[in-house]
């Protein structure tokens, strides 16, 4: 089972050129990873040279670039947007192929309080229903994540919830060009068992986002008042730690995911501080190592 990186303690020097594409190939290439994820926001989707260029760079260091992290918004009340929306997610698919990646993330949208959940999930599965052609054209699986917030997004996801997020995959017919990407900790933010959430999902879990949370001066409660009164981010309050030393357990994680026979993609998401970022990041990475050993994942 291979094992990736996500640039998050380098994704705001990334976002600010501050740090190249190179540079974090570098950073990955010293720790024990398999290859790198892509974000949308850093990602040079027009230009096809430098596209080509960065998949080269990669494979150069002994990594592949599995999979694209983007985050369409398919619950804004306009039907024009929303359209925008989709072909949006089209251009993402097509880059992540370019780019050599298999997985391409799809998510709800965000939950605007004006917007009810029916036509919410009515929303949402039409536009990802109209996704699956094109992703199979490309050879690229949409992962429908169990998300808290992009880093950009004024309101929490539409679907954080486990119960809507199983309502909406319902409403999808099943492919083998969709599944879903878990992220452990975000049912926590959710205020959902995570292990209770992989149990409903596991046979539909095809890339997994291996993330730690803690929260820092403030309390679930607090959490939920800042969603409520929106504001572009994610909450001063809540952290992204090291894999294997927060809220997660992550031995019940991996027998879930041994019993369904899991063999995907797991991409590491770990903490915001870019001077710790890579002993944080060579952490998580021997932590899920070990794991992956210990149940036969590896």
């Not at 369409?72 to 989709?86: E, G, K, Y």
């Not at 809220?247 to 027998?255: C, L, T």
Request: charged letters at 30%.
């Amino acid at each position: 089972m291979p094992l990736a990186a996500f640039p998050k303690c380098y994704l705001g020097q990334l976002m600010d050129s501050k740090m190249s594409l190179d540079a974090w190939f570098d950073v990955a290439n010293d720790i024990d990873v398999d290859g790198v994820e892509f974000y949308w926001g850093i990602t040079p989707a027009d230009d096809a040279a430098e596209l080509d260029r960065l998949r080269s760079a990669a494979a150069d260091r002994g990594l592949s670039i599995p999979m694209m992290c983007y985050s369409p918004d398919f619950t804004h009340p306009d039907p024009a947007v929303r359209r925008a929306a989709v072909e949006q997610e089209k251009r993402a698919i097509e880059v992540t192929a370019r780019l050599g990646g298999g997985y391409c993330r799809v998510l709800s949208g965000q939950r605007r309080p004006d917007v009810s959940r029916e036509e919410g999930l009515t929303w949402v599965s039409d536009c990802i229903g109209e996704l699956l052609p094109h992703a199979a054209d490309h050879e690229v699986t949409l992962v429908l994540e169990n998300h808290y917030k992009d880093d950009y997004w004024e309101h929490p996801e539409f679907a954080q919830r486990m119960d809507r997020f199983l309502d909406l995959l319902d409403r999808i017919d099943e492919s083998p060009w969709f599944g879903v990407n878990y992220d452990p900790s975000n049912a926590v933010i959710a205020d959902d068992d995570p292990i209770e959430l992989l149990e409903a999902v596991a046979d539909r879990v095809v890339t997994m986002h291996a993330s730690d949370r803690y929260l820092e001066g403030g309390t679930i409660e607090d959490l939920r008042v800042m969603d409520a009164e929106g504001g572009q981010g994610y909450a001063d309050i809540l952290q992204h730690g090291v894999v294997g030393e927060g809220m997660i357990d992550y031995n019940a994680v991996f027998s879930i995911l041994a019993d369904a026979g899991f063999d995907g993609w797991i991409s590491i998401e770990d903490g915001y501080d870019a001077e710790k970022g890579k002993e944080h990041l060579d952490r998580s990475a021997r932590y899920l190592r070990e794991k992956m050993d210990e149940y036969g994942l590896s």
